[in-house]
């Protein structure tokens, strides 16, 4: 499926964007682990969410709409912490990491063998990294690439506590960790050597699990006998927002409001950094919900944004958002820098190679370095063929790369915007009227 995008109407009105993703996938896995049913409000039907609901079934658990509610308004019929069944067939986790990864860490805790595979895109993506400290805790996992790469096999065992310090900064491994140690003996520990998204401990704790952190090093102190169930309200994902928001900074004359977004402080780096860069963006009416901080989100035309450097701290609040990013600085005067974001070699694509070599294409002056890019700007943009690579982010921001460009700008492969934010097109249309 292709996207053919124009500029020049400007972007008005107020919007909500689709369920965190993050959340709706955590609301899933936690809540078939609970001692009850959890009530899921705004779940986000995507592709990457519909795997983990799938496999959440194929392990037992019974999964339903809330009575005269939503098509996204579930109820999780949990069935408390040891009440999973062996599947009867391989789990298929499509193209979603963050499925694989935090079933992985579950599955570590059982008493049964699971088989994990997914789509060619996510059999390519590193496993090694959760298999790992799975295997230090007693768990069993083997897989292809001396257990590196799915389909992964994993029999679960009696687990031991582990003090374990992540090698980089990745909020999947660490919940596959804390997720498996709620079958442990003893304590776990997670050493971070920098800031990522804490959803996983934030929903652990407001279901009942003796979890403290203390900077970077988060511990669940012991094994639960019981997690409760939960009511809760899935916020609206700042990823999926990130791509309005650049586009109403950047198409003239655009004013954005987009309501109820998450703004979990390890969420909202691209908020900080288009702040910096002297975008026109304000939080209103800020929140807390279900344990999570949530605000409105205005955003208005700006001319004149600056270039920035991206490092360090920094990349993983946004490392999901570098791709929209980079349009944003084909806009703004000087060179914009990415450093340290090796991480986007391995995603659905190699994003580093393939957020230059299209942008690229529409004119943009992209330096491809190992790490990141630079990008120097501003540059008029032109419109040109290009291509999604099967990647979701991809494909949204050269969607708006598009509304900046001269000409028609045609965006190739754009169903696997499904996976994050169904219905993207329809709401971009909506904002241009």
């Known amino acids: 499926m ?19 993703k993050s959340i709706s996938h955590r609301a899933l896995l936690l809540g078939a682990l609970a001692a009850g049913p959890t009530r899921v409000r705004g779940w986000l039907p ?4 519909q795997a983990t609901l799938r ?11 809330l009575p005269g509610a939503e098509a996204v308004d579930l ?32 599955l570590a805790g059982q008493p049964f063998l699971s088989i994990l595979t997914g789509n060619e895109q996510l059999r390519r993506r590193p496993m090694g990294r959760v298999a790992e400290p799975l295997r230090r805790m007693g768990a069993t996992v083997w897989g292809r ?7 992964l096999v994993v029999q679960g065992g009696d687990l031991a506590g ?23 003996r003893a304590s776990v520990t997670v050493r971070e050597p920098g800031p990522a998204r804490d959803h996983t401990e934030r929903m652990l704790m407001a279901m009942g699990a003796d979890l403290t952190k203390a900077g970077n090093v988060v511990t669940l102190a012991s094994r639960p006998t019981a997690l409760r169930p939960l ?32 703004l979990n402080p390890t969420r909202t780096g691209l908020l900080d950094v288009l702040q910096a860069m002297g975008a026109r963006v304000e939080v209103l009416e800020q929140r807390e919900m279900g344990g999570e901080p949530i605000g409105d ?73 190992p790490d990141g890019f630079a990008i120097c700007g501003p540059t008029r943009l032109r419109g040109a063929v290009v291509e999604s690579h099967g990647d979701h982010r991809l494909a949204m921001a050269l969607a708006v790369a598009g509304l900046l460009a001269e000409g028609e700008t045609v965006v190739q492969g754009t169903e696997c915007i499904a996976d994050s934010f169904p219905g993207f097109e329809a709401v971009l249309e909506r904002l241009r009227g």
Not at 46 to 49: E, G, I, K, V
């Open 2 to 20: 292709n996207l053919t995008v124009v500029p020049g109407r400007p972007l008005r009105g107020r919007v909500r964007v689709p369920g965190d």
């Open 46 to 49: 995507a592709n990457d969410c």
């Open 55 to 65: 496999c959440v079934q194929a392990l037992g658990i019974e999964v339903g709409r």
């Open 75 to 106: 109820v999780v019929h949990g069935r408390g912490l040891r009440g999973l069944r062996e599947p009867a067939d391989v789990l298929d986790c499509g193209g979603s990491g963050t499925t694989a990864r935090l079933l992985s860490g579950i």
């Open 145 to 151: 690439d001396g257990g590196r790469l799915l389909p």
């Open 162 to 184: 582990i003090d374990y310090t992540l090698p980089v900064a990745s909020a999947q491994v660490k919940s596959a960790v804390l997720l498996a140690g709620l079958y442990a």
């Open 231 to 262: 009511d809760l309200t899935v916020p609206g994902d700042p990823s999926s927002a990130a791509f309005l928001l650049v586009a109403a900074s950047l198409v003239p004359r655009s004013e954005v409001v987009i309501e109820g977004v998450g």
């Open 297 to 369: 989100l205005k955003v208005q035309a700006t001319e004149g944004l600056r270039a920035t450097e991206v490092a360090g701290d920094l990349v993983p609040r946004l490392i999901d958002e570098i791709p929209i990013l980079a349009v944003a600085a084909t806009q703004a005067a000087g060179v914009t820098v990415v450093r340290e974001a090796e991480e986007l070699r391995v995603k659905e694509t190699d994003r580093i190679a393939a957020v230059a070599g299209e942008l690229r294409k529409l004119g943009a002056q992209v330096e491809e370095r």
